[in-house]
């Protein structure tokens, strides 16, 4: 038996009044068993001390409406969790957004199976598509799979279409960010077919809307067409900006920063950069976490980048700052479980360290990412790095080892971006060896096989192989012309005629 509440209450304060007054005053409370009595009072309590003070902060906020859809579990009261699931925190954003926006990701996965199969299919459609985000998110992308899966055919049974957009746009969010399941080319198809439903039902919803027109930039980014990319990320940005959501404009720009920084040229590179810098700034102020992470990993990315291009890779101080910026974003993956995102933080740092000739520290950071990777440019690119710094450190064996365990992965899944790398990357370790000639006609091999201006990772190694070879050619040369010098004079002096006396 539960207490008749009443299910027009929307916020913590308004419940605790509402049982208070049930405790207090009501014969329906004293009727119930002693164990129920007890919950009850348990439950007041526990709401009392964490509402005794004005909390302005959301984190603390949603931990408060965490624990009331924890106690309605606990209660078996399933309409009223949903409620509060659904409940508006502002404006914009349900409980269940803002706990996304915070990065809740593992008390989600915890606490919503237990409402499945409690009301109706509607309701579990959705939270089978919120418990795969929080699957994905946490790097756990076969689960995800699943979850989203059971979404979309349940979704397609009951035709709920504005479920079927949200997990079109899921999945193709889940093929371009999962290094198990990598596929830009899935990504595109669901992101397309997102829109086409939203289109196909006449479905007012800005949100799904936005989010359609990410995922469809970000795929299309994915496949390098960048015009694509950038003009239905624009697009996403005037509908947020439309309904002035602000969380919504800032992923918007965020994502839009990442593929200018992705195209590669320097122009392209200090945009990208300008965009993340006045965007972390508007994510920390909104607690926007993952985001915020996504921001800071990204700046400190193509702060490398510029820095490399730029041949300030000789001066360690020149990447404090991206190293700061790439810190500061696993930090908050670690707060917020982020796995996926953690895991490219390191490999970016270790490349960091790597490009600042401090291969030890690199070693360090990449051999933090879980071996077993598959499927992206990622993977490659960590295992091209760590070929790199044991290279540049003359480990000639595991240099090679890794390169052909790169060389395998790639063959595999028939990449020619991995391929290409770690053929640069034998490159690196005969040149170390100074072996000049094959480290060069390995360079010209790689980058024949995929031209260097395809994506950063290659601009980047273009730039500093092509200051490594200048480096060695100057040298080689002046050591020419000083034997050649030396000869000629050494020539003259013979040939020159005596004095007369």
Not at 149 to 167: A, K, M, P, R, W
């Amino acid at each position: 038996m539960l207490l008749s509440l009443d299910y027009d209450i929307s916020s913590p304060q308004d419940f605790l009044n509402e049982i208070c007054t049930l405790i207090l005053h009501s014969d329906e409370f004293k009727s119930l068993s002693r164990k129920q009595r007890a919950r009850y009072i348990a439950i007041r309590n526990d709401l009392i001390e964490c509402l005794q003070e004005e909390k302005d902060d959301l984190v603390e906020q949603c931990k408060i409406y965490l624990r009331l859809i924890e106690y309605f579990c606990d209660l078996e009261d399933w309409l009223r969790a949903k409620m509060f699931i659904v409940s508006y925190v502002d404006e914009h954003r349900t409980v269940s957004e803002q706990l996304d926006i915070l990065g809740f990701y593992l008390d989600k996965y915890k606490i919503y199976p237990n409402l499945i199969d409690k009301l109706d299919l509607d309701f579990d459609c959705f939270l089978l598509g919120q418990i795969a985000s929080a699957y994905a998110k946490s790097g756990d992308a076969e689960t995800a799979l699943k979850y989203y899966n059971d979404q979309l055919i349940i979704s397609q049974n009951i035709s709920n279409y504005g479920e079927q957009i949200t997990v079109c746009s899921e999945l193709s969010k889940l093929y371009r960010i999962s290094n198990l399941l990598y596929n830009p080319k899935k990504s595109l198809e669901y992101a397309q077919k997102s829109l086409n439903l939203l289109e196909k039902h006449n479905i007012k919803d800005y949100k799904k809307h936005v989010y359609a027109l990410i995922n469809l930039g970000e795929a299309y980014s994915s496949l390098n067409k960048h015009k694509d990319a950038i003009d239905n990320l624009k697009k996403a940005r005037s509908i947020a900006e439309q309904n002035q959501d602000l969380y919504l404009t800032s992923h918007c720009l965020t994502t839009l920063g990442g593929v200018y920084g992705t195209i590669g040229t320097m122009q392209n590179l200090e945009t990208a950069i300008d965009i993340l810098s006045e965007q972390k700034n508007i994510l920390k102020r909104l607690e926007y976490r993952r985001l915020e992470a996504v921001c800071l990993h990204n700046l400190g990315m193509f702060q490398c980048y510029r820095d490399s291009s730029n041949n300030y890779y000789k001066n360690k101080e020149s990447f404090q700052e991206p190293i700061e910026n790439l810190l500061e974003s696993i930090s908050i993956c670690k707060d917020i479980n982020a796995k996926d995102l953690e895991h490219m933080g390191y490999g970016v740092i270790g490349m960091v360290y790597l490009r600042g000739k401090e291969y030890e520290m690199s070693l360090e950071y990449l051999e933090r990412i879980p071996q077993g990777y598959s499927g992206d440019e990622s993977s490659f690119s960590t295992l091209t790095n760590i070929s790199i710094a044991h290279g540049c450190q003359q480990n000639f064996a595991l240099a090679i080892e890794y390169a052909q365990k790169t060389i395998s992965l790639s063959r595999e899944t028939q990449s020619k971006v991995g391929e290409s790398l770690a053929i640069a990357a034998i490159a690196n370790a005969h040149w170390y060896q100074k072996r000049y000639f094959i480290g060069i006609a390995y360079i010209i091999k790689s980058f024949l096989l995929v031209p260097p201006w395809t994506t950063a990772d290659f601009m980047l190694i273009f730039n500093v192989t092509y200051i490594e070879i200048s480096n060695v050619l100057k040298l080689k040369l002046n050591q020419f012309a000083n034997i050649f010098k030396k000869y000629f004079t050494f020539t003259i002096e013979l040939t020159k005629p005596e004095d007369s006396r």
